[in-house]
């Protein structure tokens, strides 16, 4: 239980961090991870968007209008069949992504400063570890984050 509270606490530490950053440019931590979903990724089908963010179809709905009205997201039809709705990123969007991401990364940075580089290892090699035990009991693996999952594809893990 000790290391469960601990990771709980440490986790909401670290996103409360994160939204006061990401609010600073007029967005929230959701809205900001389907732009930056969608950057990496390209325009993708509404649910998937929601999938890989965990979100409600009705969350989803509110996020990409929130993103609409600021002009950083459209809603483009499928080619193949209308019915299919994609999220893409506008210009605009795209322009916000580029001068968040370093910004973001530097924050992230500091934040993980608290630890020397060998203890930031040593936390990524177990919390790793035990993300893949749980992946292997037959849990889903949720990827919220795409930073993420390139690092993983770009380290062979």
């Known amino acids: 239980m000790k290391l469960f509270i601990a990771l709980t606490k440490c986790y909401h530490a670290l996103s409360d961090a ?3 950053h990401i609010s600073t440019y007029g967005i929230n931590a959701t809205e900001y991870g389907v732009l930056q979903l969608l950057h990496f990724t ?3 089908p509404l649910g998937e968007v929601a999938a890989k963010q965990l979100l409600t179809t009705g969350s989803m709905t509110y996020v990409i209008d929130s993103l609409e ?4 997201v459209q809603r483009v039809a499928c080619p193949k069949d209308r019915r299919r709705l994609y999220a893409a ?3 605009s969007g ?3 992504v580029e001068r968040i991401l370093p910004e973001h990364a530097t ?7 608290a630890l020397n580089p060998e203890e930031q290892q040593l936390a990524a090699d177990l919390l790793t570890r035990l993300a893949e035990i749980h992946q292997q009991e037959g849990q889903t693996e949720h990827s919220i984050c795409p930073l993420i999952a390139n690092d993983e594809r770009k380290s062979g893990q």
């Open 107 to 113: 924050e992230i940075g500091r934040i993980a400063g």
């Open 42 to 44: 390209g325009p993708l």
């Open 89 to 91: 990123l506008t210009d």
């Open 69 to 72: 009205g600021h002009g950083y």
């Open 18 to 20: 994160v939204r006061k």
């Open 94 to 96: 795209t322009l916000l």
